[in-house]
């Protein structure tokens, strides 16, 4: 498996890496992309704009930890996220700028747990 994973060192909103990244995946068939760094409304709606494009129709953008939103504010004491300020209001926002992803709750509904409630984004259009 690791053959399979490339490490690209830096933040994942700063320019060079998103575009090693673009670089990496331009003219790939399908692609996922899936977001888990910095939890903050800012940095995940930076990620979402930069990385959106590459995933192709059919796939998913998901976008993990949506459920900080759902968690009591007491979770996150020394974190910058926490309710109100977390992925899922960054995906909230995101998806009223974009007619190219959808949640997909069908396949949420088959986890009997997640911590990406409205995080699993179907990509419905190249
Ligand atoms: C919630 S953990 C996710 C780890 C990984 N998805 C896994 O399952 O092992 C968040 C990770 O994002 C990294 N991170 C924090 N800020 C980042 C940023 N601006 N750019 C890229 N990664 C970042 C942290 O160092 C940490 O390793």
């Known amino acids: 498996m690791s053959k399979r994973v490339r490490m690209l060192e830096g ?3 700063a320019s060079d ?3 090693q990244v673009l670089d990496i995946a331009s003219g790939r068939k399908r692609v996922l992309v899936s977001l888990d760094s ?3 409304h800012e940095h995940v709606l930076a990620e979402l704009k930069a990385y959106s494009p590459l995933v192709t129709k059919g ?3 998901v976008v993990f930890d949506t459920v900080v939103d759902d968690m009591p504010k007491t979770f996150f004491p020394d974190r910058p996220w926490g309710p109100g ?3 899922k209001t960054a995906v909230r926002e995101f998806l ?3 007619d190219r ?3 997909d709750r069908e396949l949420e509904g088959k986890l009997l747990l997640t911590v990406a409630p409205d995080g699993y984004l179907k990509c419905l259009k190249d």
């Open 96 to 98: 009223r700028a974009t």
């Open 38 to 40: 910095n939890h903050t």
């Open 85 to 87: 300020n977390n992925p």
């Open 11 to 13: 933040s994942s909103i």
């Open 101 to 103: 992803f959808e949640v």
């Open 17 to 19: 890496i998103v575009k």
């Open 59 to 61: 796939s998913y953008l």
